[in-house]
């Protein structure tokens, strides 16, 4: 029995240190998530366009299209935070009001 309450602990430890390790590594891991998800996306494309077209045109289309659409959202993200500074320096007197009341 104390075979099994070893394991037990030994499971326990174990996922404490791989939650830590991925916590960590988060700034490396994300990226790595993003680019796989990205992947999972455009290959099934890619190999439908290459039943149609020659592989060298398939690929370009695709690396294309991909990145057209990483600009796009990237630009939305920019616009986004564009606005959010426009906001904060358009209503930096009230904010100071708010902190000189308090």
Do not use: H, N
Request: aromatic content about 8%; hydrophobic content about 65%; overall charge positive.
């Amino acid at each position: 029995m104390a075979t099994g309450g070893l394991k037990i602990t030994t499971g326990i430890i174990a996922a404490v240190l791989v939650t830590a390790a991925v916590a960590q590594a988060r700034s490396v891991l994300a990226p790595l998530a993003a680019a796989l998800f990205i992947i999972a996306i455009v290959w099934p494309v890619q190999k439908r366009l290459q039943s149609w077209l020659p592989k060298l045109l398939a690929l370009a289309i695709t690396v294309v299209v991909t990145t057209t659409a990483c600009v796009a959202f990237a630009s939305l993200a920019a616009w986004g935070f564009s606005r959010v500074g426009r906001s904060l320096i358009a209503d930096a007197v009230r904010y100071q009001a708010f902190y000189d009341a308090a």
